[in-house]
């Protein structure tokens, strides 16, 4: 019963939410329902970082399938995204969370995919350097955490815990530490071809606390892109801190009201 009235509280929370910030592009009227999620891990994480959502959206009656990135390129990691696309077999919701923004971006504009979410995720233009836009917002804390090693890099045990998954608590954070995926040094260096949020409606979690991507330019990109948007008291990992949120969110997205 307790979990049940959170849920529904979180849900009334995102819904008050919407009725003051959401734009009018993210209405329910425009929304096509889905059947499918397809959820994309970023750096230094892997598919397990999805496992606190994945109980609220399939418990909606969702399809719900994580990809795992090799993080070996950014290529790589594109054809990781679409051949679980291709096992979707009508309208999708494409859910991204940091780095893997600009796979959502690029995949994103799959025919199956009916809307986008980010979760502090980039979300760069077609073509857009977004080293360059980031450059602009004061640099975050956990880029001085970056190890280097072999061609590929990894956020140090302190930068994990204190600026990627700061609000977890510590050892929890030190056993996703341990699990990180580990990126190639040239994963960062590609560009988008296109950008799927020029033409299809997205959803965007603002993590107020991120010290791993600048809020203001989670901001930046959520406002550029028209997107409905939310915003959580949360580090760089609110889809494990604050689940029921961003499961929410994304089934606003998908156009499921909430089941409890």
């Known amino acids: 019963m307790q979990l049940i009235t959170r849920r529904s509280f979180s849900a009334a929370l995102v819904a ?15 929304i096509v329902k889905a059947k499918n ?7 230094y994480a892997d598919a397990s970082c999805w496992l606190d959502v994945i109980p609220h959206l399939q418990a909606a009656g969702l399809n719900v399938m994580a990809v795992q990135n090799p993080l070996t390129s950014f290529a790589d990691d594109i054809e990781a995204t679409k051949r679980i696309l291709a096992l979707m077999d009508g309208p999708t919701v494409l859910v991204g969370h940091s780095y893997s923004g600009m796979l959502v ?12 979410v980010y979760i502090a995720a980039r979300a760069p233009d077609a073509g857009e350097d977004y080293t360059a836009l980031a450059k602009q917002y004061p640099t975050p804390p956990a880029s001085a955490g970056l190890v280097h090693s072999g061609g590929y890099a990894q956020l140090s045990e302190e930068a994990f815990v ?5 609000d977890l608590p510590v050892a929890r954070a030190k056993a996703l530490y341990s699990v990180q ?5 040239t994963l960062f260096n590609a560009k988008t071809t296109v950008a799927a949020w ?3 409606p997205s959803w965007y ?5 991120d010290r791993t991507i600048n809020p203001d330019l989670e901001r930046f990109m959520a406002k550029r892109m028209n997107a409905t948007t939310i915003e959580l008291d949360a580090s760089h990992v609110s889809l494990i801190s604050q689940p029921l949120a961003v499961a ?5 997205a998908a156009g499921h009201s909430d089941k409890s």
């Open 181 to 185: 995926g580990r990126i190639s040094d």
């Open 16 to 30: 008050g939410a919407a009725l003051s910030m959401f734009p009018a592009a993210g209405r329910a009227a425009d």
């Open 162 to 166: 204190r600026d990627f998954a700061g």
């Open 105 to 116: 971006t690029e995949a994103g504009v799959d025919p199956k995919v009916t809307a986008l």
């Open 37 to 43: 999620v397809v959820l994309v891990h970023g750096a």
């Open 198 to 200: 020029r033409s299809k």
């Open 248 to 252: 929410n969110l994304i089934l606003a």
């Open 205 to 209: 979690a603002v993590s107020k606390n």
